[in-house]
Every structure is written in structure tokens, then in C-alpha cells.
């Protein structure tokens, strides 16, 4: 939504509101998950990237519901008001349960929306409540988007039923990961990821079917596919000079017998991991 249209942050929330009943149009069950900005600089993974994308000097802002919106750059260069903006969304939705949920038999899951980011509730039209299953110290929404993607396909399991998964997200380690972990959905039928935007002149939204792009790798390929991605550049490594993702993809795709170390990337040796990343 555009920030620019909206005098305060009551006005905002309202626009939330709005953009998650859409949601609703196809399915009973929403679930809306943020980034946590709470933790210490020394203790974020990308603590190096907020410090470049953030201004010099920041002002924390008061974000309650009549208060004026302020300029939108300066509010957001702050970890502390992008982590109180996301508390207000999250107080404000748990307090106008009406205003939300316009049909019954109809809920929402906020992951990371609290004064504690590690909680997890489900609002309906009658009542909040805790999702203690589901609480995750998780730093990003990436990672944590998958929690409850697997989640979903255990109460699919449960229910006895093929069921299907919509993930609307612009970020391409989200799109990795899904592939990646789509071979251990036992339930979801089909995974599609919503990407692109539109606006008044075009709409440059598309689905891109995880479980058909699943499918068309190899289980090996499928497995050292974060690894690979991380290795070419993603939120928190740098990408390799002059080597492009598709020219590394078509290398793996190739040969991939080669990079059979990578599906232990995260435990393997710095000489392993080294020799595999040369190889690329």
C-alpha cells in the first residue's frame, strides 16, 4: 500500500487490514510473518547489511494509532521503530477483531508481531490465542516462513487430505528454500509462489509452481541448492565477480556429482566447503 496516502498509523493498520481480507478470498487460513528486529547488532546475521541501508543518525519515532506518520525513510532506518511498527500492527489487530474478520470460520496466524517476537498467535472473529507449537527464536522471516509451511503439511497429513500452499513473497531465498524443502512435504499437492507487484497500469504479478520446479531437479540438486545459492550471492554473502547465477546453475545442473559435498555445507570443513566454491 502506498504510506504517502496515509496520515496516521491508525490509518495504516486500516490498510493492512485491508490487504490481508483479500487474502481471504481464497482460503480460510492466513498466516503473516515478519522479520524481527529486536536482537543485538552483535548477534544478527546481518547486522553489516542493516548498518549500510540504515541513515547515520536515526530518531526513534512514537508509533501509536493517532499519531502522525512520519517520513517513511527516516521512520524505517531505525531496527527500533521497524520492530515497534510491527508490535502496533500486531496489538492493533488482536484489539479490532471485528474489524478484521468480516466472515466466521475464518483465521489468521502472526508470527513475530508481539513485544515478543518468538510468540505466535492465531486471531479468529472470537478469540486470540497462543500457537505455542509454533514460537521460533528465528531471526528472518525467510527461515521462518518454513516452519509453518511444514506446520500446514503435518494438518493436511492429519486431515487426510492433498492440500495447497500459496506463499506470496519478492525474495528469492525464500523461492530457494521452498524448493529445497518441498521433497519432505508429504501432504501439499501443490506450492505456488506469488511474486511481482501491480499497480494502475500493469500487473506484473505471476505464480511460480515450487512443486513442478521440484520435480524437475534431481534429488542431489534439490539438496545443495541453498549451498549453491549462498555461495553465488543471497541476504547475507556476497555474490561471486562475474559469475552469474544462471551460468553457476547450469554448471551444477551439469555435473552435479561434483558438489556432492554441498549437502553438508553447514558442517563440513572451510578446505571442503573452499574446494566446492572453487569448483564453481
Given at each position: ?107 489468521l496466524v502472526l508470527a ?38 511444514i506446520h500446514s503439511d ?127
Amino acid at each position: 500500500f502506498d504510506v504517502k496516502r496515509m496520515s496516521t498509523f491508525g490509518d495504516l493498520a486500516k490498510s493492512y487490514i485491508t490487504q490481508l481480507q483479500s487474502c481471504f478470498r481464497f482460503t480460510d487460513k492466513v498466516v503473516d510473518v515478519f522479520d524481527r528486529y529486536d536482537t543485538s547488532t552483535e548477534h544478527s546475521i546481518k547486522s553489516a547489511e542493516r548498518h549500510r541501508r540504515s541513515a547515520t543518525t536515526t530518531k526513534k519515532f512514537h508509533i501509536a494509532e493517532g499519531r502522525t506518520v512520519p517520513d517513511w525513510k527516516k521512520c524505517l532506518s531505525s531496527n527500533k521503530n521497524k520492530q515497534a511498527l510491527i508490535t502496533f500492527l500486531g496489538d492493533y489487530l488482536s484489539s479490532n477483531l471485528s474489524d478484521m474478520f468480516q466472515e466466521e470460520n475464518k483465521c489468521l496466524v502472526l508470527a513475530g508481531a508481539f513485544s515478543n517476537p518468538e510468540i505466535v498467535r492465531q486471531l479468529s472473529n472470537e478469540h486470540v490465542i497462543d500457537l505455542p507449537d509454533l514460537f521460533c527464536s528465528h531471526e528472518e522471516a525467510d527461515t521462518r516462513i518454513l516452519l509453518h509451511v511444514i506446520h500446514s503439511d503435518k494438518i493436511f497429513q492429519q486431515l487426510n487430505i492433498r492440500g495447497r500452499i500459496i506463499i506470496k513473497c519478492s525474495d528469492t531465498d525464500v523461492l530457494v528454500l521452498c524448493v529445497h524443502y518441498f521433497k519432505v512435504l508429504v501432504s501439499t499437492e501443490q506450492m505456488w509462489f506469488l511474486t511481482g507487484s501491480t499497480n494502475s497500469l500493469r500487473d506484473c504479478r505471476r505464480y511460480i509452481p515450487i512443486h513442478e520446479l521440484s520435480k524437475s531437479l534431481s534429488p542431489l540438486l534439490a539438496n545443495i541448492l541453498p549451498a549453491v545459492h549462498a555461495l553465488t550471492g543471497c541476504d547475507t554473502t556476497s555474490a561471486i565477480f562475474g559469475f552469474g547465477k544462471k551460468t553457476v546453475f547450469k554448471l551444477i545442473r551439469k555435473s552435479p556429482s561434483k558438489f556432492t559435498n554441498l549437502q553438508n555445507f553447514d558442517k563440513i570443513a572451510f578446505s571442503t566447503s573452499l574446494s566446492a566454491a572453487i569448483e564453481l
